[in-house]
């Protein structure tokens, strides 16, 4: 028998809701039902974050750095900073160079005598607001045209949007686990009964970890025996 050859499928918001109001054993009927159900994948969205790292939100930034000035607001989609570098030079062929920013605590920042120093920044410590991510550097930049930051950060996953036609922000090895969730979570607001609601909770836990144990680098590792201290 003939296969479609075919690898488009692609549901959208509402066919994600359809399928976990199916899956609680419930119909969806009306437009409330469709815009609590985005607000339910929104805050799991939320709290999928609050996880670990996704991977398909990792992404990298740059930002120019100006002499004399310590601090800087990052890219307002940051959840998370994964790495953090600076690069001097750039664009320079022959002098162009790449050096890690080691992060500090904020007391180890607090515990700096002189915060006006001014050289190659070394040190980075990262200041996680409400509303915004600031990344404050030591030594402070000798110079407005030799640095550039660069970080690695972990996004937010996008809204649902106000429709039913928008895409989830989720690649495809993560959408069984939404439809799981979001059945879960309509379970959880329709007042199903406690077994179901049991069984959903479940098998949503086991599609999730199975996308995150997926969703992971497969670069090799290796450990090297080293020295040791008596």
């Known amino acids: 028998m003939a296969t479609s050859g075919t690898t488009a499928f692609s549901p959208d918001i509402g066919e994600i809701v359809e399928e976990a109001f199916e899956r609680a054993g419930l119909e969806m009927k009306s437009g409330y039902d469709l815009r609590t159900a985005r607000r339910s994948i929104n805050l799991m969205m939320l709290e999928w974050q609050n996880r670990g790292i996704n991977l398909w939100t990792v ?12 601090e800087y607001t990052l890219d307002p989609s940051t959840i998370a900073v994964l790495e953090m570098w600076l690069r001097t030079d750039s664009g320079n062929v022959s002098s162009q160079a790449d050096y890690h920013l080691n992060r500090i605590s904020r007391d ?24 915004s991510t600031l990344a404050t550097v030591w030594p402070v930049p000798d110079e407005s045209s030799k640095y550039v930051l660069h970080y690695y950060v972990m996004r937010r996953i996008e ?10 922000d989720v690649p495809d ?4 686990a939404l439809a799981a969730g979001l059945a879960y979570q309509v379970s959880l607001k329709k007042g199903v009964e406690g ?10 836990e086991e599609e ?5 144990g997926e969703d992971r680098e497969k670069a090799p590792l290796r450990f090297v025996p080293g020295g040791y201290y008596r």
Do not use: H
């Open 59 to 70: 992404k990298s930034f740059t930002k120019n750095m100006d002499e004399g000035t310590s």
């Open 108 to 131: 180890t920042y607090a515990g700096i005598p002189n915060k006006l120093t001014k050289a190659r920044p070394l040190q980075v410590f990262i200041d996680r607001q409400q509303s």
């Open 159 to 168: 809204d649902t949007g106000s429709g039913s036609s928008y895409g989830p």
């Open 173 to 176: 090895r993560f959408w069984p």
């Open 195 to 204: 077994q179901r609601v049991s069984a959903l909770k479940e098998l949503y």
């Open 208 to 212: 999730f970890d199975r996308a995150a």
